[in-house]
């Protein structure tokens, strides 16, 4: 007969396994929709970026002036598409800049499935194409949020972009799990591990962060530590009651209207 404590084993080592071969669609949430109501008030291209496996990636790209004005890429989170962000382009369209957005594989109905490695793919593709537009790498504004925060941070090192936003990021994918999962190996079982802290030396542009006090999904220890480690020059945005959606309010926005201006 089992015993007890060879019944906890078991099921232990049960959901170890189960997170193990899952941990990518607990991760990745392609399918969530929070914001499909909202209307977009912006003018945009719907552009298809060649990545090298031969698909395509799904962006929106709004112009005023590519010759005279900075280009915002928006790297977005794990969870739904690009519908989801338009109240936030809403508002980004206001500024004196152009903006492309574009879909990961396998989200907004591109082929793919995402992983850490694929989604830098899907970054560094989007960068080139735009390069292909003839926009100077100085001219570009990389924005990540959440999950887009560390492909952003990737992208960026070593890089001469304007300038880098980063809104509700995390330290590294590994401590986002312990804080989930203490009872765990994280570092063992995890295959994406976004690694942040650990690239920002490589990041040496004007950064500015954002992270709310009352994030429930990312804590914002994590967004202030980022903020700690990054490379002069560096702004934070840390408003005290905002969740880890951020209220795109007055005061968010003319922190967002600082930055252009400084960069």
Wanted: proline share 4%.
């Amino acid at each position: 007969m089992f015993t007890a404590s060879v019944i906890i084993i078991l099921c232990y080592l049960l959901v170890v396994v189960f997170v193990f071969f899952y941990q990518r669609n607990l991760l990745y949430h392609p399918f969530e929709n929070n914001y499909s109501t909202d209307k977009a008030n912006f003018s945009y291209k719907e552009v298809f970026i060649p990545v090298s496996n031969g698909n395509s990636l799904k962006g929106w790209f709004h112009t005023k002036d590519l010759n005279n004005k900075k280009t915002l890429v928006f790297f977005h989170g794990n969870a739904g598409d690009l519908r989801n962000r338009i109240y936030k382009l809403n508002l980004i369209k206001d500024f004196d800049i152009n903006f492309l957005i574009v879909a990961y594989r396998g989200f907004s109905g591109n082929n793919g499935k995402p992983t850490e490695i694929g989604l830098y793919e899907d970054a560094r593709s989007t960068l080139n194409w735009l390069t292909k537009q003839k926009i100077k790498e100085g001219q570009i504004i990389i924005y990540g949020e959440s999950l887009g925060t560390g492909v952003s941070i990737e992208v960026a090192q070593n890089k001469e972009f304007a300038g880098i936003i980063l809104e509700s990021p995390f330290t590294s994918m590994v401590d986002a799990g312990k804080f989930y999962y203490p009872y765990l190996p994280v570092s063992l079982l995890l295959k994406d591990k976004y690694e942040t802290v650990k690239k920002l030396k490589n990041v040496n542009i004007p950064i500015l962060v954002m992270h709310g006090k009352k994030d429930k999904i990312v804590p914002f220890h994590m967004g202030k530590q980022v903020f700690q480690k990054a490379n002069t020059p560096k702004f934070s945005y840390f408003p005290d009651n905002d969740d880890h959606m951020m209220d795109y309010n007055k005061d968010l926005l003319e922190t967002l209207s600082n930055f252009f201006k400084s960069i």
